[in-house]
């Protein structure tokens, strides 16, 4: 094999084409897109979606799905907006922690019922979804966690920066994801996942501990929908009980999809969830500049969600096919 | 006493048969849902009160119906909400573009039938699991419904389209009939056709059901037609109780009518299950729904409710299955 052909199978490559078309197309129509300001856009409206993916391609690699992270979201949100209004002098990283245990608890209480029932987890998830949304409005009692509530420090975290102006929240999400790339590619939990998404059972017999697994990936899935809770609250500046969260599961879920991830489990990275993200983002900024109403954007990230989806099983057919063509 | 039961039944495997199934405990949950409204409020016994409340409802149960049966098949389908919407401001913009009453309602429920079929063929063909896929569907068909109708309210209909809610026969409003007549005739083909037995086969085991000669891909492509159709009934008769449509109606929708399939113990890998179950589980949530209204809850803390209680309903069901018919 080539270096050529080796380039060709990998797997991130097709999604790499896809943004480089999407960019040089909205270039070519508008040149304002390619200014700092409008890139500026693309990564600001990335970090929050990002850490989420991180979590939920975990999950999706381990052949499940979480949909229930938007109401985590809201409900980390909710909670450290409550801390701050009774303890504004909360700093960063206590908030941090808080949001993640947060969210850990609610993960964790999703792998839980999804490993001991053995119940498939979309549907448990939708129970949790509505579950943990109507918490939310138990907890805040229909309150609004507005701007003057959140402390300075908290919101200057999104739009200061120390380093190359950067904003911070994107640093933050870049070292996670560095971490995850760490956890998936280089430690034996991350093969571990592998191992558990490509084959369940085959995974069992070789020892490894597929509940312990399973666990994990929702419990990580829930922290970092957690943590997306705080960065939400920076971000915005405000968390709304019926508004925030409410379909950003879909986005993620997009996002990872097209960034190549298999929804049989078992095959996805770090870098495709990356770009799949990205290319969401550049489509966000791309579709004022090429005078499309901000109403298609549902439509679009849904067609982008069924085509990944229908590709990813005519790979795998395709490859179905170069395996018994080449026992024959 | 309880372990002399026990014996007895396992005795007996016809009895245990008919003593153990999930549908009772919907049952049972129906009549202690009666007990517990009742206490919250003496006039919740009026029976024209409930079949009120119950019309919103209607336009859930009968995709629940519908739902039920592609479940017993081995699949689901969770972009019937979406479906209602995008079928509704369909028929809302054609209807508004200058068509006749009776050519939009076709349309409508026309939209709704090409929806179903596009969710079948990528699950027959490309073999896409049914419950990622429409996942995927729910996504775009709202999507498409926001485009559509953007954030507008599509009204202006004939005033004798408007309100087929405060339509009487007797006390009994004519959606509720509609979706008993629906029920019993659905209850009908799935328990004593030879359609209902094929469906179980395929769900019990789909490829045991195409080496028996089951044309398993195309029952399946019907059914997610069948589901957009009756989908597309859903839109029209929430756009008529309404009097408009909208892009964001019928929003978490999947939540309440999978809780009815759930509750009724419908057995979510598929090949068991029942329309008599769903159909008490519709019963059960309009209960529960008017009750907490009665009790002053707040709609949305009643999600809390809501989704414990189809995590629940499945964890028991699995139970009482693994129990019952090993």
């Given at each position: 094999?080539?270096?050529?052909?080796?380039?060709?199978?990998?797997?991130?490559?097709?999604?790499?084409?896809?943004?480089?078309?999407?960019?040089?197309?909205?270039?070519?129509?508008?040149?304002?897109?390619?200014?700092?300001?409008?890139?500026?856009?693309?990564?600001?409206?990335?970090?929050?979606?990002?850490?989420?993916?991180?979590?939920?391609?975990?999950?999706?690699?381990?052949?499940?799905?979480?949909?229930?992270?938007?109401?985590?979201?809201?409900?980390?949100?909710?909670?450290?907006?409550?801390?701050?209004?009774?303890?504004?002098?909360?700093?960063?990283?206590?908030?941090l922690l808080i949001t993640a245990f947060v969210g850990l608890i609610m993960g964790l209480i999703n792998g839980i019922i999804i490993t001991r029932f053995n119940v498939h987890s979309i549907i448990v998830t939708l129970g949790t979804l509505s579950l943990y949304r109507g918490l939310v409005f138990i907890v805040s009692g229909g309150r609004q966690i507005d701007r003057n509530d959140i402390p300075v420090h908290i919101i200057s975290f999104s739009q200061t920066s120390f380093f190359f102006s950067i904003p911070a929240i994107l640093i933050f999400s870049v070292i996670i994801v560095l971490i995850s790339h760490l956890i998936m590619r280089h430690s034996v939990l991350g093969r571990e996942i592998y191992a558990t998404g490509s084959n369940p059972e085959a995974a069992h017999l070789k020892g490894i501990n597929v509940t312990k697994i399973t666990l994990f990936?929702?419990?990580?899935?829930?922290?970092?929908?957690?943590?997306?809770?705080?960065?939400?609250?920076?971000?915005?500046?405000?968390?709304?009980?019926?508004?925030?969260?409410?379909?950003?599961?879909?986005?993620?879920?997009?996002?990872?999809?097209?960034?190549?991830?298999?929804?049989?489990?078992?095959?996805?990275?770090?870098?495709?969830?990356?770009?799949?993200?990205?290319?969401?983002?550049?489509?966000?900024?791309?579709?004022?500049?090429?005078?499309?109403?901000?109403?298609?954007?549902?439509?679009?990230?849904?067609?982008?969600?069924?085509?990944?989806?229908?590709?990813?099983?005519?790979?795998?057919?395709?490859?179905?096919?170069?395996?018994?063509?080449?026992?024959? | 006493?309880?372990?002399?039961?026990?014996?007895?039944?396992?005795?007996?495997?016809?009895?245990?048969?008919?003593?153990?199934?999930?549908?009772?405990?919907?049952?049972?949950?129906?009549?202690?849902?009666?007990?517990?409204?009742?206490?919250?409020?003496?006039?919740?016994?009026?029976?024209?009160?409930?079949?009120?409340?119950?019309?919103?409802?209607?336009?859930?149960?009968?995709?629940?119906?519908?739902?039920?049966?592609?479940?017993?098949?081995?699949?689901?389908?969770?972009?019937?909400?979406?479906?209602?919407?995008?079928?509704?401001?369909?028929?809302?913009?054609?209807?508004?573009?200058?068509?006749?009453?009776?050519?939009?309602?076709?349309?409508?429920?026309?939209?709704?039938?090409?929806?179903?079929?596009?969710?079948?063929?990528?699950?027959?063909?490309?073999?896409?699991?049914?419950?990622?896929?429409?996942?995927?569907?729910?996504?775009?068909?709202?999507?498409?419904?926001?485009?559509?109708?953007?954030?507008?309210?599509?009204?202006?209909?004939?005033?004798?389209?408007?309100?087929?809610?405060?339509?009487?026969?007797?006390?009994?409003?004519?959606?509720?009939?509609?979706?008993?007549?629906?029920?019993?005739?659905?209850?009908?083909?799935?328990?004593?056709?030879?359609?209902?037995?094929?469906?179980?086969?395929?769900?019990?085991?789909?490829?045991?059901?195409?080496?028996?000669?089951?044309?398993?891909?195309?029952?399946?492509?019907?059914?997610?037609?069948?589901?957009?159709?009756?989908?597309?009934?859903?839109?029209?008769?929430?756009?008529?109780?309404?009097?408009?449509?909208?892009?964001?109606?019928?929003?978490?929708?999947?939540?309440?009518?999978?809780?009815?399939?759930?509750?009724?113990?419908?057995?979510?890998?598929?090949?068991?299950?029942?329309?008599?179950?769903?159909?008490?589980?519709?019963?059960?949530?309009?209960?529960?729904?008017?009750?907490?209204?009665?009790?002053?809850?707040?709609?949305?803390?009643?999600?809390?409710?809501?989704?414990?209680?189809?995590?629940?309903?499945?964890?028991?069901?699995?139970?009482?299955?693994?129990?019952?018919?090993?």
């Open positions: 094999m080539s270096i050529f052909d080796k380039f060709l199978r990998i797997r991130e490559l097709g999604i790499f084409s896809i943004i480089i078309i999407v960019v040089i197309a909205a270039s070519i129509i508008d040149t304002r897109f390619l200014t700092i300001d409008s890139w500026r856009a693309v990564l600001l409206a990335i970090p929050l979606i990002l850490v989420m993916a991180m979590g939920q391609m975990m999950v999706i690699i381990c052949r499940h799905v979480d949909i229930s992270i938007g109401s985590i979201l809201a409900f980390a949100a909710i909670t450290i907006g409550f801390v701050f209004i009774h303890y504004p002098e909360t700093s960063l990283w206590m908030a990936c929702f419990g990580v899935c829930g922290m970092l929908a957690g943590v997306a809770g705080l960065f939400y609250a920076s971000r915005f500046g405000y968390v709304n009980p019926g508004v925030t969260g409410v379909g950003i599961e879909f986005i993620v879920i997009a996002g990872v999809i097209i960034g190549g991830t298999s929804i049989t489990g078992g095959s996805g990275s770090v870098l495709g969830t990356f770009l799949g993200i990205l290319l969401l983002g550049i489509i966000n900024v791309a579709l004022p500049v090429l005078n499309i109403p901000g109403e298609f954007q549902k439509a679009i990230y849904g067609l982008i969600i069924v085509l990944a989806l229908s590709l990813d099983q005519l790979i795998i057919f395709r490859m179905k096919k170069l395996r018994t063509g080449s026992n024959a | 006493m309880l372990k002399k039961i026990s014996i007895y039944l396992s005795e007996n495997p016809t009895l245990r048969y008919w003593i153990i199934r999930p549908e009772w405990v919907a049952v049972i949950l129906l009549i202690l849902s009666i007990i517990a409204s009742l206490q919250l409020s003496p006039f919740f016994g009026d029976l024209a009160f409930i079949m009120d409340s119950a019309t919103p409802y209607v336009e859930y149960g009968l995709i629940a119906i519908i739902l039920t049966l592609i479940i017993i098949s081995g699949e689901i389908d969770l972009s019937i909400a979406s479906m209602i919407a995008l079928t509704a401001v369909i028929f809302g913009t054609v209807y508004n573009a200058g068509f006749g009453m009776p050519l939009s309602v076709l349309i409508g429920v026309l939209s709704g039938a090409l929806c179903g079929l596009f969710n079948g063929i990528l699950v027959t063909k490309l073999k896409i699991p049914s419950i990622i896929l429409t996942i995927g569907t729910l996504t775009l068909y709202r999507g498409i419904a926001q485009a559509l109708a953007s954030d507008f309210s599509l009204g202006g209909y004939p005033s004798w389209f408007i309100g087929i809610d405060y339509r009487y026969v007797g006390i009994i409003p004519i959606p509720v009939i509609i979706f008993t007549v629906f029920a019993l005739i659905v209850g009908f083909l799935l328990s004593s056709t030879i359609y209902g037995k094929q469906l179980y086969l395929i769900g019990t085991n789909p490829q045991t059901a195409k080496y028996s000669g089951i044309k398993v891909d195309k029952i399946k492509l019907l059914l997610f037609t069948f589901s957009g159709v009756i989908s597309g009934v859903a839109g029209v008769l929430t756009t008529s109780r309404l009097a408009v449509a909208r892009f964001n109606m019928a929003t978490g929708a999947e939540l309440e009518i999978v809780l009815m399939v759930m509750l009724g113990g419908t057995y979510i890998f598929g090949g068991r299950g029942n329309i008599f179950g769903t159909f008490v589980a519709f019963w059960i949530v309009v209960i529960l729904r008017s009750g907490f209204n009665v009790a002053r809850i707040k709609i949305e803390s009643q999600l809390t409710i809501l989704g414990a209680m189809l995590i629940i309903a499945i964890i028991l069901t699995n139970y009482i299955y693994s129990k019952s018919q090993k």
